[in-house]
Antibody, heavy 121, light 107 residues
């Protein structure tokens, strides 16, 4: 059974940092791209960043470029999102999602339960 | 970036109704389109991919069609458990944008 378990969310002040983690199980982790997708309160889904199976290919939404860094440790079956210079508009539930191919451009067949990030003073 | 536009943003329907949701891409994406269902407080669930391929375990009342820039999701006979929000997603390239969602409510 595929499971994705996110952690690391919380309340942070504007300008602060957080690192999200997503531990995966139930599939060959390094064979699939992974992504972070966020959802602001009452809003739709926003793709934030994706990384290829081997970690070599990464891409970001414009809103994340220069502030967020996606990475993965395949030995630990863990996906990360380092978020710096956080803004109020980054407040959202952040989902970890499993891709269906090794490249970052794919759809997502499994999602985690989400972790809440709140940016507020 | 390829932008995705869904319509309508919400609709009211009754159990048994046929429901159609439209998604348009700002430029051609072939058949690189997925549909998801999301219920309140839950993660999205994959329904279809490659525009018209049903994900394993998804009821056959869900179907998809289209290619290029215009796509539809159809629910042939709406069931009580189908009241939710539906999102399309293009995965032709990254950033892999989603449509803004269509909330299907009980009439």
């Amino acid at each position: 059974e595929v499971q994705l378990l996110e952690s690391g969310g919380g309340l942070v002040q504007p300008g602060g940092s957080l690192r999200l983690s997503c531990v995966a199980s139930g599939f060959t982790f390094n064979s699939y791209a992974m992504a972070w997708v966020r959802q602001a309160p009452g809003k739709g889904l926003d793709w934030v960043s994706g990384v290829s199976g081997n970690g070599g290919g990464r891409d970001y939404a414009d809103s994340a470029k220069g502030r967020f860094t996606i990475s993965r440790d395949n030995s630990k079956r863990t996906l990360y999102l380092q978020m710096n210079s956080l803004r109020a508009e980054d407040t959202a539930v952040y989902y970890c999602a499993k891709g269906v191919v090794v490249a970052p451009n794919g759809y997502f067949d499994y999602w985690g339960q989400g972790t809440q990030v709140t940016v507020s003073s | 970036d390829i932008q995705m536009t869904q319509s309508p943003s919400s609709l009211s329907a009754s159990v048994g109704d046929r429901v159609t949701i439209t998604c348009r891409a700002s430029r051609g994406i072939g058949n690189s389109l997925a549909w998801y269902q999301q219920k309140p407080g839950k993660a999205p669930k994959l329904l279809l991919y490659a525009a018209s391929t049903l994900e394993s375990g998804v009821p056959s009342r869900f179907s998809g069609s289209g290619s290029g820039t215009a796509f539809t999701l159809t629910i042939s006979s709406l069931q009580p458990e189908d009241f939710a929000t539906y999102f399309c997603q293009q995965y032709y390239n990254t950033p892999s944008w989603f449509g803004q969602g269509t909330k299907v409510e009980i009439k």
